[in-house]
């Protein structure tokens, strides 16, 4: 059975959704909506057949629509997800599902009281090296996880309607959250806006999680190298998922830092001593397939099976916490702040 979806939003990500929707297995392409006319004269063009619409309220009077992806700027996805939810349809709203963790929660619960499908696009949660990491941490091959960090650097896709924290941070986040499935409860950060005052072009946020294992992040637009590097620093190995190589997406390192049991008992804390070991990379074989498609089957398996998906609203409201946190943080210079619960 294949889900018949309409698009919301052919803007650049929008036209990578509706690609994918049109080919997953679990899907149908029923049509696109966008107020702009080129916009929609693309999609014709794209995806000869399909229907086309200004608004969104024209395609949820489309009984072929069953359910809605929504790729539109981000201060939008509340009115937009909740007048699809109304009308009883299941959704997948795009990265991050709102500016808000207040509207986060209003969708997540309108969502849940309807018995209807709420999934949120963070992407690389269906990202085979991110899947892969994932197992290596959950069955210990790094040792306990001691600390964790995140890059996600590149020249341009610069936004002015949100800054490069909303922008860029929900994948970094996403993917956080994923590996040690436990919550923040704590950030510090500092935003930097070089481009226009008052949008952070750049952020540094340190993040505090449950169990007490740290996590860094920074992201930018105004970078000279594209950077998508996650590093998993455990006290057996260390991890390095790098989303810009193409055949080594993932290194295990089998490098740590251990106490040197041959110099035998210490007497003093000037004989304590510690040595590194450096040793061997492994690259794990992964077998590679498109994100994207994988999210879009995803969406439309947990459409037919009612089964949560994993980036389901629970996930996408967590991650807007976390976002609103360092947010409220970097326009306090650094102030800590917890992440509410
Ligand atoms: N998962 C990812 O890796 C990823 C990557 C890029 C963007 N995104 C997300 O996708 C969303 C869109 O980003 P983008 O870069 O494509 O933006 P964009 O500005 O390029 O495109 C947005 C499109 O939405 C249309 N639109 C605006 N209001 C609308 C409305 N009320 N109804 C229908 N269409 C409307 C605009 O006309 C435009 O064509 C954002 O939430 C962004 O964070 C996700």
Not at 170 to 199: C, N, R, W, Y
Request: glycine share 8%; proline share 4%.
């Amino acid at each position: 059975m294949t889900i018949g979806i309409a698009v919301v939003g052919y803007g650049y990500w929008g036209v990578n959704l509706t690609r994918n929707v049109a080919v997953a297995p679990t899907t149908e392409l029923i049509g696109v909506v966008d107020p702009g006319s080129d916009r929609r004269e693309l999609a014709e063009m794209n995806h000869a057949g399909i229907s086309t619409w200004e608004s969104i309220h024209d395609a949820l009077d489309d009984e072929r629509v069953q359910a809605i992806v929504l790729a539109t700027p981000a201060s939008t996805h509340v009115d937009l997800a909740l007048a699809a939810l109304e009308r009883g349809r299941d959704i997948l709203v795009e990265k991050p599902l709102a500016e808000t963790s207040a509207d986060a929660a209003k969708l997540r619960d309108v969502a849940a009281d309807n018995g209807l499908v709420l999934m949120v696009g963070h992407t690389f949660l269906y990202s085979p090296p991110v899947l892969r990491l994932k197992e290596l941490v959950d069955q210990g091959d790094l040792g306990a996880v001691q600390y964790l960090y995140s890059q996600r650097l590149s020249l341009g896709r610069i936004r002015r309607d949100c800054n490069a924290l909303w922008n860029f941070a929900p994948h970094d986040v996403s993917i956080m959250l994923h590996l040690l499935e436990e919550p923040v409860v704590e950030v510090t950060a500092k935003g930097f806006s070089f481009i226009e005052q008052g949008i952070d072009d750049v952020c540094f946020a340190s993040l505090t999680f449950a169990s007490g294992i740290g996590a860094n992040l920074h992201v930018s637009w105004i970078d000279p190298r594209k950077t998508r590097l996650t590093t998993v620093v455990g006290d057996e190995k260390m991890a390095i998922y790098n989303d810009v190589s193409v055949d080594q997406p993932l290194w295990l390192v089998d490098s740590g830092v251990a106490k040197d049991r041959d110099l035998g008992e210490y007497e003093s804390m000037s004989d304590f001593q510690w040595r590194t070991r450096s040793g061997d990379i492994v690259i794990p074989r992964i077998e590679m397939s498109e994100p994207l498609k994988n999210e879009i089957t995803a969406f439309g398996e947990a459409c037919s099976t009612r089964n949560a998906p994993r980036t389901d609203g629970d996930h996408g409201l967590e991650v807007v916490r976390v976002l609103e946190a360092i947010d409220r943080s970097a326009q306090a210079n650094g102030r800590p702040m917890e992440v509410p619960r």
